[in-house]
């Protein structure tokens, strides 16, 4: 992956905090032409450094009440390509993590309520061979959500 430059990370603040902003306005605030801006992102796109933009739809507006997190233990840590094989075909996880500390992966998903919670759970996720222990965390609320900062100036 290239390094990027303070132009760069000025473009990925500007678009992480509005992906739909049009070229002209980030080209204005930089100081530099659209057709700058352009080719800057296109080239951090092509090098990964931009891995998409995206809508941000909300759960509960598709009927999902619940945010869950789960930590969820496997019998040998070898096993989780496997299990992340068997995670990937239920459509209610939105992340999973393999992960360091008191769980083997880290999962995120939605569900509509506590019923359909304990379905995945129990009927899912722990009947999946190699899966020994899963432990549950609602989330009440989601405070923060953000990109990693991107520019220096707003460490």
């Known amino acids: 992956m290239d390094k990027i430059d303070h132009l760069d990370k000025k473009i990925l603040s500007i678009l992480s905090k509005n992906a739909r902003i049009p070229f002209k306005d980030v080209a204005a605030e930089c100081g530099?032409?659209?057709a700058a801006i352009h080719q800057r992102v296109q080239h951090m796109m092509e090098n990964g450094i931009i891995t998409g933009?995206?809508?941000?739809?909300?759960?509960k507006s598709l009927g999902y009440s619940t945010c869950t997190y789960v930590g969820l233990n496997l019998e040998r840590?070898?096993?989780?390509?496997?299990?992340?094989?068997?995670?990937?075909?239920?459509?209610e996880i939105v992340e999973c993590h393999f992960t360091t500390g008191p769980y083997t992966m880290l999962l995120k998903?939605?569900?509509?309520?506590?019923?359909?919670?304990?379905?995945?759970?129990?009927n899912r996720m722990q009947t999946i061979p190699g899966v020994v222990s899963t432990e549950t965390l609602i989330s009440l609320e989601q405070s923060i959500k953000r990109e990693v900062p991107a520019n220096e100036d707003e460490e």
């Not at 933009?53 to 759960?59: D, E, H, L, Q, T």
């Not at 840590?77 to 459509?91: C, F, H, N, R, T």
Request: cysteine-free; charged content about 20%.
């Open 77 to 91: 840590g070898s096993m989780y390509k496997e299990v992340v094989e068997q995670l990937a075909m239920i459509p």
């Open 53 to 59: 933009s995206s809508f941000n739809v909300n759960p």
């Open 109 to 122: 998903l939605y569900a509509r309520d506590n019923e359909q919670l304990m379905d995945l759970l129990n």
């Open 32 to 34: 530099v032409s659209r």
